[in-house]
């Protein structure tokens, strides 16, 4: 059986590193590589006692979503050509919930840090943090080096 790796996609720089370090380490492993979106209608638009989402919103969310998974799939391409199998799944809800739900059966999950820094990083709720500890494979977190590409 082969292993799988699922990395999770949001249209972010560090995204973008960490669909490029997965797509390497799934050609170095031999293993399929899966690229999971997630979308979520807004808090705030509950909030503000909206009675209905608008269709139109969660097209919009959805499509968003999509094309953020596509373009995933364009780095992998570029990075590991036909090398790798390449599933891509987008899925509504919370992306820390959506990733770790993703991962359950997978062999490791990659996502990027925002590497917001100093004491924002001590907020509790990010995504990375959530996946890292409640992850039930192993978890890289993929971090922007400033002067690095």
């Not at 082969?2 to 293993?31: F, K, P, Q, Y």
């Amino acid at each position: 059986m082969s292993e799988r790796i699922v990395v999770g996609v949001d249209g972010s720089d560090t995204a973008s590193l960490a669909v490029r370090w997965a797509a390497r380490e799934a050609v170095l492993r031999g293993a399929a590589l899966t690229l999971v979106g997630a979308w979520e209608i807004p808090s705030t638009a509950l909030g503000l006692g909206m009675a209905a989402v608008s269709e139109d919103l969660v097209k919009d969310l959805v499509k968003v979503a999509e094309d953020n998974v596509a373009a995933a799939l364009d780095e992998v391409r570029a990075e590991a050509g036909s090398a790798i199998e390449v599933q891509t799944a987008v899925a509504e809800g919370q992306a820390a919930h959506v990733l770790l739900d993703a991962s359950r059966e997978a062999d490791l999950l990659v996502i990027g840090s925002r590497g917001l820094g100093g004491f924002r990083e001590l907020l509790l709720g990010s995504v990375s943090q959530q996946c890292a500890h409640h992850s039930t494979c192993p978890v890289v977190i993929v971090r922007h080096v400033h002067g690095t590409a």
